[in-house]
């Protein structure tokens, strides 16, 4: 059902076919993601079709400066027929959530909304509350806006399983997007594609999970992340390097695209492929390197190359 569910959605979303991919590698791997890009590139639009084909509550959330916390995770709201102040759970609580254009939001809310996606739990009023399983937040931000935004820090970024950066299509995919609108606008509408059910989407995840991972690959893992810390090569750019959390989300994307490609086992492909989205959040290069024009994922690219793959 996961293979239908991809096959939809890249019918209703023309040349982006890498975005499909890392939203549900993240659906399967149990992590967020982040997209950013330029209006117009369907980020929403992505995360809406995703949302139609699995079962369980789905929330958007349109981030704006004076958003506060509990806009996010609700509050107690006094009941004058009742003389007590319920709960009244906010858009957090729902299976899949869209936070629009997240650093728009003051920081504060942005660190609420992290601590809900790491512990999947909501805390008010002293009160614990569990979130759905299952939970995941696709959040988006626009990089050509800089008035009245709040860049997620480093460690915060940190939080995402896969960071995504999406490129402008090519005329034929653009021409192809051109005739597909109209084609929505002029003629009915297909019906949605089967849905999956919370109990089916967790499953997919424990199969997915159970993706073998060679002991070769994962010393070339390890190899990728442990050479961000030893200042050679490639790696004399990075003033901050890669945690052993990238270790563990690098190897379950590995897995989760592995398992939805229809492998048992995966592949040095696998690594490559994610590595850039999986690892460069997760570092910093130092100021030389952003001077000459170096980033994140090109000193990955690099790192890549440096360590020889099995």
């Known amino acids: 059902m996961v293979e239908g569910l991809r ?3 890249n019918a209703a979303l023309i040349g982006q076919e890498r975005l499909v991919e890392r939203l549900l590698v993240g659906l399967l791997a149990g992590g967020h993601v982040l997209l950013e890009g330029a209006p117009g590139l369907a980020k929403t639009r992505a995360v809406k079709r995703l949302a139609m084909g699995v079962e369980g509550g789905f929330n958007r959330i349109q981030c704006t400066p004076d958003l506060m916390p509990a806009d996010l995770t609700g509050a107690a709201v006094y009941r004058p027929d009742t003389g007590a102040f319920d709960f009244a759970p906010g858009p957090v ?11 728009r939001a003051p920081p504060k809310v942005q660190s609420a909304l992290l601590e809900a996606m790491a512990e999947h739990q909501v805390t008010s009023g002293g009160v614990t509350r569990p979130l759905p399983d299952p939970f995941m937040v696709v959040a988006t ?10 860049p997620l820090p480093e460690a915060q970024l940190d939080r995402f399983l896969l960071y995504v950066k999406l490129e ?3 005329r034929a995919a653009e021409r192809a997007i051109l005739d597909l609108v ?3 606008e002029t003629a009915a509408a297909p019906p949605p594609p089967p849905r999956l ?7 997919a995840r424990a199969a997915a999970m159970t993706t073998h991972l060679s ?3 994962r010393d070339h893992i390890v190899g990728v992340v442990a050479a961000t810390r030893e200042g050679e090569g490639a790696a004399a750019a990075i003033e901050h390097p890669v945690s052993p959390r990238g270790t563990l989300a690098l190897a379950a994307c590995a897995k989760a695209r592995a398992w939805l490609l229809g492998r048992d086992h995966a592949m040095p492909e696998d690594v490559a492929e994610l590595a850039g989205d999986a690892l460069a959040h997760r570092m910093t290069v130092d100021w030389r390197a952003a001077a000459e024009g170096v980033d994140a994922r090109g000193v990955v690219a690099r790192l890549l190359a440096q360590v020889p793959a099995p």
């Open 7 to 9: 096959a939809s959605m």
């Open 93 to 103: 609580f729902a299976s899949l959530v869209l936070v629009d254009e997240i650093n």
């Open 141 to 150: 931000q626009n990089p050509i806006e800089h008035e009245g935004t709040f």
């Open 168 to 170: 402008m299509p090519g």
């Open 182 to 184: 109209e084609r929505e």
């Open 197 to 203: 059910s919370a109990e089916a989407v967790r499953g």
């Open 215 to 217: 002991p070769v690959l």
